[in-house]
């Protein structure tokens, strides 16, 4: 069972980034997949949570808009958009799954923080 996020790297702000979660060894499209992110000197946050149980996405609120995720089961792979970046999205990404399938609810920021498996993150900079 293996989660892997890649896709970061060096933007510019106003540019966009999409970041891939792709997992082997089980199918993501029966399990809750979050992004979370860790900015410099701050603690991790939860960026969203999808699951096809709860049929959408939670997205934190000062992140919607400019955050879009999808996923495509043919790939196993759940994808993270981000557009008009700003330099405070700076930070490492990560993406992790869970088999409780309802991204916890209402509480999904708490939930996400305590899921079954992890990527290694990925590393966004956005920077002039």
């Known amino acids: 069972v293996q989660l892997q996020a890649f896709g970061g790297g060096l933007v510019q702000p106003g540019g966009s980034l999409r970041l891939s979660c792709a997992a082997s060894?089980?199918?993501?499209?029966?399990?809750?997949v979050a992004w979370l992110r860790q900015a410099p000197g701050k603690e991790r946050e939860g960026v969203s949570c999808?699951?096809?149980?709860?049929?959408?996405?939670y997205y934190a609120e000062s992140m919607k808009g400019r955050f879009t995720v999808s996923r495509d089961n043919a790939k196993n792979t759940v994808y993270l958009q981000i557009s008009n970046l700003l330099p405070e999205d700076t930070g490492v990404y990560y993406c992790?799954?869970?088999?409780?399938?309802?991204?916890?609810?209402?509480?999904?920021?708490?939930?996400?923080?305590?899921?079954?498996?992890w990527g290694k993150g990925t590393q966004v900079t956005v920077s002039s």
């Open positions: 992790a799954a869970d088999p409780i399938a309802t991204c916890g609810g209402s509480d999904w920021t708490v939930f996400v923080r305590g899921m079954d498996y």
């Open positions: 060894g089980f199918s993501l499209d029966h399990y809750s």
């Open positions: 999808s699951s096809s149980r709860i049929g959408g996405t």
